[in-house]
């Protein structure tokens, strides 16, 4: 499991890495338009997993819609390398990738929960395992493919990032009689013919849909705004439906989830703006006393950030330790203000940089050190949204409300794209130095600092809500 994660994320990660600098250095897009259709494709590929944990849940199994995911991706990856040459092929590439995660995301989350079902000890390492799986395959992608990007051309990066998966699929299917016990209901019974036809033709007519909305930018707006909307009625239903013990538990998770959505407005800066930001304003020589260390493209920055993660987690996980041995454990909602604060940080330095470059290019130890912030930040908010809602939310609703805020994260990513292009050049020929993002970066320091002040200023209102979940006992 933990191979075929880390695979699939290097395949993930890779992509996204080289992803957007093929769209406005390869094909000449504008930054708005290249920002937009990134938005609308991380959106639909968070979004995507709600249906993809149901078909694995209920039809086709966990084990078998794991793997349906990877060949998805793997096959987009590899379009997407053909998509350099016909240039049509782009989205519909996309649209695989998207699908693909949808189908694998939840479903290897949800096997590695069953692989250790009722050892709460075993199920945190394997966790921990899974998560840093995550990075260890994010980073050596984000490191590679934008270099295999400049060397050799887009095609290749993408062709590595399908190389990738499939490298993982067949390290699993060497391995796959440890899982063969493993898995939901349908995957120890045989498919029949009739709903695996039907299972195909809805893959197939669900990856044409994806296509068309990602190649019609305002069909996309209008399904993020939609998709938005059934956020907010899906939470009114719960509320509504919930017991009263149950509705302080509930006024916290929504709470937290909002501002865990808000974290991913500014993480979608990495993807969009900084990674425009480190193309055309950022020095790729990294120095310490004259002397060049290593070099970096705009690509490679991205993987400061769980280069960071990986550095931070430990340090953050003794500091928790040492907390809860003095009985000081701050509660979650102190740590999402910590985290904003970061958020904060990082954006105020950025801002200060952009205007200290002017016309000219930054220091890359400005990316490194405001990167840091920024992934400490993620730790604390983004890395701990899925424990809110298992904390705060009732067991037969948590379903429906893991699936709700994989959906408001999607959205936010969108409305992440949309703020970047508040710094958008017109066209990929446009020059711009590192003061044409000032303005986009005051405009996030301001935004993170006063979500922070209202969060802190709601903070006794958290400690009462908890209180009252606690005492209610759900």
Not at 18 to 37: C, E, K, P, T, W
Not at 209 to 234: F, G, I, K, N, Q
Request: charged share 10%.
């Amino acid at each position: 499991m933990v191979a075929i994660e880390l695979w699939e994320r290097f395949g993930y990660y890779g992509m996204q890495a080289v992803l957007l600098l093929f769209m406005v250095r390869q094909l000449g897009m504008a930054d708005a338009q290249a920002n937009l259709l990134m938005g609308a494709f991380s959106a639909l590929a968070y979004a995507l997993p709600v249906v993809g944990g149901w078909v694995g849940d209920r039809v086709l199994g966990s084990r078998r819609a794991m793997l349906l995911g990877a060949t998805c991706m793997m096959c987009g990856y590899a379009v997407l390398a053909v998509a350099t040459v016909h240039i049509e092929l782009m989205t519909l590439a996309m649209a695989l990738v998207a699908i693909g995660n949808g189908f694998f995301k939840p479903n290897a989350a949800n096997l590695v929960r069953r692989i250790y079902d009722g050892d709460d000890a075993a199920l945190d390492a394997a966790f921990t395992l899974y998560y840093m799986a995550i990075n260890v395959g994010s980073t050596a992608s984000t490191l590679l493919t934008p270099w295999l990007q400049d060397r050799f051309g887009p095609a290749v990066s993408f062709a590595a990032c399908s190389a990738g998966l499939l490298f993982g699929l067949c390290a699993y299917t060497v391995r796959r009689s440890r899982l063969r016990h493993i898995g939901s209901a349908p995957d120890f019974a045989p498919l029949a013919a009739g709903p695996l036809v039907f299972l195909l033709l809805g893959t197939v007519g669900a990856i044409g849909t994806v296509h068309l909305v990602l190649d019609r930018p305002a069909v996309a707006r209008v399904c993020v705004w939609l998709a938005a909307l059934s956020v907010l009625a899906l939470w009114a239903v719960i509320y509504r439906r919930a017991a009263p013990a149950q509705r302080p538990g509930l006024r916290m998770a929504y709470m937290l989830s909002i501002q865990g959505m808000l974290y991913f407005v500014f993480y979608q800066q990495t993807v969009t703006s900084l990674t425009l930001f480190a193309l055309r304003a950022v020095c790729g020589d990294v120095t310490l006393d004259g002397a060049t260390l290593f070099h970096m493209s705009a690509g490679q920055f991205q993987a400061l950030n769980p280069i960071w993660i990986m550095l931070a987690s430990p340090v953050l996980a003794l500091v928790y330790r040492r907390l809860a041995r003095r009985g000081g454990d701050l509660p979650i909602a102190r740590k999402f203000v910590v985290g904003f604060s970061l958020v904060t940080v990082a954006f105020v330095i950025w801002w200060l940089g952009a205007l200290a470059g002017g016309m000219g290019r930054i220091s890359p130890w400005i990316m490194i050190g405001a990167y840091g912030a920024l992934s400490v930040g993620e730790l604390l908010v983004g890395g701990l949204g899925m424990a809110v809602i298992a904390r705060y939310v009732p067991a037969a609703m948590g379903g429906f409300m893991m699936g709700s805020y994989l959906l408001s994260m999607g959205v936010a990513m969108y409305i992440g794209s949309m703020v970047a292009n508040l710094a958008a050049a017109k066209s990929s020929q446009q020059a711009l130095g590192a003061g044409a993002y000032a303005g986009l970066f005051l405009v996030l320091s301001i935004a993170a600092g006063t979500i922070t002040v209202l969060f802190a200023i709601l903070l006794p209102l958290t400690r009462r809500w908890d209180r009252q979940h606690m005492l209610a006992g759900v």
